[in-house]
Every structure is written in structure tokens, then in C-alpha cells.
């Protein structure tokens, strides 16, 4: 019951201030308690004509048993909302379903501990940014719990979002590492990118040849066949995946991993050539060693007195120009 006011509604029944809370059409509410800084609302769906799912006779109420789902906060206060479902039986003994539980999506999830708008909520937040730990913190809820529902309603809007297969015609592939606490163990998972339009198309938790060629090759024919470049960090895996998946396109190998291997190789030449000029390897006060990070950068970026430097410490260390020659190679 409400009374009117002049620029206000005042409501002075306490079950419509709950119900407005709930917010859920076709949804009672039957208890509300405070436990301490706990907010509890006890809730059921309003049964009017239940049918078995299977020969959709009539069926009854078997049980009501009641799961307990975590919900958004209420002006920082937690809040629980405790669903009494209803089990149901066919009353048709010759039906083969034995016995089904009402589900309501608008009100949570299945297997999931979080009512679908703190599920939602969580999802954008972790979406936009924000730590799962923090989001757990503020739902007063374990770090599980908030994992699990942000995975779930992650993997729908995934799956539900197929703007991000734009037409590119370049897709790019690369690993990236991900190390346990106790250094034990290192996980790898595969960025598959839209190259041409800047976004990630998908990220795979696996640099595993089968499972990125799987993924590729599951994709349409018509936007496989408008890919015409390949991107990749020189990996034989990704590589074999482009060759055998996308045969025309043509692989390319962005410029950061080639002057990485070309570092790697010059580097390798002037270990060799260290070891066979002073029989050690690099010491403090070898001149090879003394270049080792000014033969790392561009001859074009180095002024005056650091060109002289480096080709005069060169002239005492590589009297065959061994090392020179890689640098001025690269």
C-alpha cells in the first residue's frame, strides 16, 4: 500500500519494499532476515500450471529444497538470497521423467553460486579491469565463486559475440606464459588476433599444434579463405598450423621476434669468439665483453664516441672481424 504525496511515494508496506528489492515478476517473497551485516531474503517462483517436460501432463510439487545464492550488495550491505525451488514429479505414473527441478534463469544460473545480476555484475567488472580477489571481497564471497561465474557468463558473451570474426584478412598467433606461484610449473596459453583490425579474437589455453590448428580449422570456410597473412613469433608449431590450415596465406614474421633471433645469433658469435681468443668466457675487462650491449643497438643510433668505442674494443677483441662482420650483418 502506498500514499501519495506531493513529489513522492512513501511506501509503508514492508512486503512491497522487499519485492521491490527482489525485482523478479512471477517471484515471491517469503522471509526477509538481518544476520549482523547480512542481508537474507528467502524467495520461490509462483507455480500456477506446472507441466512435465516430457509428455507435458500436469505435475506436482515433490520437494522444495533451498540453495543459497550470493547477490549484489544492498547500500554495502552483503546480501543472500535463498531460492526455494521446486522438485517435481509427472502425476502420469506411465511417463518416463521421474522427476525435474523449475529452473529460472532470471534469478541465477545453473551451477552457479551467484544470482544471474551479481553474476553479470561480476563479469563487467572483471571485464572492465578489476581483480577477481576485489570483486570477491566486495560480494563478501571466496575468490571461486566469482571465478566461476565470471568463466560461465565470459564464455556466453564469447560465444554470443561473432563481431569480433570481422573480415580480416591477416590473423596473428603468439604464446605467452603464465608461472605458478611455487615456480614449479609454467602454463601457456595461445592470443589468436585480428592483425588488420588491432582486437583479439580468442585466447587459447594451449600453444599445443592440435588445439590451435582445431580452432582455426573450425572456423567458417568463407573466413578462412579470406585470410591472406599470417602472423606469427617464428614458432615451428604456429608455423605447421599455417601451412597445413591456411596453406594460401602467407606467413610473416613480425619485425620484434627477428631482431630478438638476430640479437640472439650475433650474440652467439661473439661467445664463440671470446672462447676462442681468451679460452674463458666473458670477464669484466675483455673487450668483447665490455660491447656486449652497444653491439645489441642500431649502428644508426649510436653517436660519435660510442661508434669509435665499440670499433675500437672490436679491432683488440675480434682481430678476425668475425664478430664485425654478424654486426654489420644485422
Known amino acids: 500500500m502506498t500514499q501519495k504525496t506531493k513529489s513522492t511515494f512513501v511506501i509503508t508496506d514492508p512486503t512491497e ?3 521491490a528489492l527482489v525485482g523478479l515478476k512471477d517471484v515471491r517473497v517469503l ?3 538481518r544476520r549482523a551485516k547480512d542481508v537474507d531474503l528467502m524467495i520461490e517462483q509462483v507455480v500456477l500450471d506446472p507441466r512435465c517436460p516430457n509428455c507435458r501432463g500436469p505435475a506436482k510439487i515433490k520437494e522444495r529444497p533451498v540453495i543459497t545464492y550470493i547477490d549484489l550488495p544492498v547500500y554495502e550491505t552483503p546480501m543472500r538470497l535463498s531460492w526455494r525451488k521446486h522438485r517435481m514429479v509427472c502425476v502420469d505414473q506411465r511417463c518416463s521423467q521421474r522427476s525435474f527441478v ?3 534463469h532470471r534469478i541465477a544460473a545453473k551451477s552457479c553460486l551467484l544470482t544471474t545480476r551479481a553474476a553479470k555484475w561480476a563479469t563487467v567488472q572483471v571485464g572492465t579491469g578489476r581483480i577477481v580477489s576485489e570483486v570477491a571481497k566486495e560480494l563478501a564471497c571466496d575468490w571461486h565463486t566469482v571465478n566461476d561465474a565470471v568463466t560461465t557468463y565470459g564464455t556466453a558473451l564469447l560465444n554470443a559475440d561473432h563481431r569480433r570474426m570481422n573480415k580480416t584478412i591477416a590473423i596473428g598467433l603468439d604464446e605467452t606464459s603464465f608461472v605458478r606461484l611455487s615456480g614449479q610449473h609454467t602454463s601457456y596459453v595461445t592470443t589468436v588476433c585480428d592483425v588488420e583490425h588491432h582486437q583479439i579474437i580468442d585466447i587459447l589455453p594451449s600453444r599445443n599444434y592440435v588445439d590451435v590448428a582445431r580452432f582455426i580449422d573450425r572456423q567458417s570456410k568463407g573466413w578462412k579463405g579470406q585470410i591472406r597473412f599470417g602472423a606469427l613469433d617464428m614458432s615451428a608449431t604456429y608455423a605447421a598450423v599455417y601451412s597445413v590450415v591456411l596453406p594460401k596465406a602467407d606467413q610473416v614474421v613480425d619485425p620484434f621476434h627477428v631482431v630478438s633471433l638476430a640479437g640472439r645469433c650475433l650474440d652467439q658469435v661473439r661467445r664463440r669468439v671470446q ?4 679460452g674463458h668466457r666473458g670477464r669484466r675487462d675483455d673487450p668483447l665483453y665490455r660491447v656486449r650491449r652497444a653491439l645489441l643497438v642500431g649502428e ?4 660519435e664516441s660510442a661508434k669509435e ?3 675500437s674494443l672490436l679491432s683488440l677483441g675480434d682481430p678476425n672481424a668475425e664478430v664485425a662482420i654478424a654486426w654489420r650483418g644485422i
Open 17 to 19: 519494499i522487499v519485492e
Open 31 to 33: 522471509a526477509y532476515r
Open 102 to 104: 523449475l529452473q529460472d
Open 275 to 278: 672462447q676462442e681468443q681468451t
Open 309 to 311: 668505442r665499440l670499433l
Open 300 to 303: 644508426e643510433k649510436l653517436d
